[in-house]
């Protein structure tokens, strides 16, 4: 039977998840003073027609200029007691844009707000690693197979031959299909990764613990990932290299 979806209890880690800073002057005022303190960035990048609004919730916008990505990104990795820095490319952003001494206000500031928020987002994550067990097919007893489209970047034509390292970033969305279709622009492409992922590296599957007002509609999964880089090989090549471990990305190559 389906049940209620899940009403997230902290304000902060509801916009940070599904956006709405605006309606939180508190925080969006914080942000922006401390953002503009440290860069200069324009009036602009504030207001919700820019096109490079940075007040975005993670669902909104999980790139590189939005608040939300990299305040999740936080509390992930405080949740999780994770020691690897972030890939230089989103850490580069994120000091550019001013992200990383907002966010410290925040944590300062906001202590209790962000405390309560770091919490909820662990009691999620219980959650849904207990449903995830009790529910879905687990390989080894450990792994859920997860997907995940590929950018013209990732593959550079690549794939098809040979084994290539994929470099991570701390935290990324993942679908618990392969057919979710909801990839806007041109840099995806048809080709996908089936990857073995631990379950406790889940934190959110909305699949199988649907968060309010957290759209589903790209069947979106949040993992961390402890590792810097990860292997990826097609199906056909996969046993040539018997030295991968089970969270080996795995390439489906579209017919």
Not at 38 to 65: C, L, N, P, W
Not at 66 to 95: A, D, F, P
Request: charged share 25%.
């Amino acid at each position: 039977m389906k049940t209620e979806p899940y009403k997230i209890q902290s304000d902060l880690l509801r916009i940070t998840l599904c956006g709405g800073f605006h309606q939180f002057q508190n925080y969006f005022q914080e942000i922006k003073q401390v953002m503009q303190s440290k860069t200069q960035i324009g009036e602009a990048f504030f207001t919700t027609r820019h096109e490079d609004y940075v007040m975005k919730g993670y669902q909104e916008g999980s790139g590189s200029s939005s608040i939300g990505r990299h305040l999740l990104t936080e509390m992930i990795k405080e949740l999780v007691g994770c020691k690897r820095n972030e890939s230089e490319y989103m850490l580069n952003q994120k000091e550019s844009y001013g992200f990383s001494d907002a966010i410290e206000a925040i944590k300062t500031k906001f202590k209790t707000d962000y405390d309560q928020a770091v919490l909820e987002l662990g009691h999620i994550r219980t959650l849904t690693n207990n449903l995830i067990r009790a529910n879905e097919k687990i390989i080894d007893e450990r792994y859920l197979p997860l997907y995940r489209k590929l950018t013209t970047g990732d593959i550079q034509g690549r794939v098809s031959s040979e084994k290539v390292h994929f470099l991570t970033n701390l935290i990324s969305s993942y679908s618990f299909s392969n057919h979710s279709k909801h990839y806007p622009g041109n840099h995806w492409t048809n080709t996908t990764m089936k990857r073995l992922v631990p379950i406790e590296q889940i934190i959110i599957h909305s699949g199988i613990f649907e968060l309010e007002s957290f759209t589903t509609e790209e069947n979106e999964v949040i993992i961390f990932n402890p590792e810097h880089e990860l292997k990826i090989t097609t199906e056909a090549k996969i046993e040539n290299y018997p030295d991968y471990k089970p969270e080996l990305l795995k390439i489906i190559i579209p017919e």
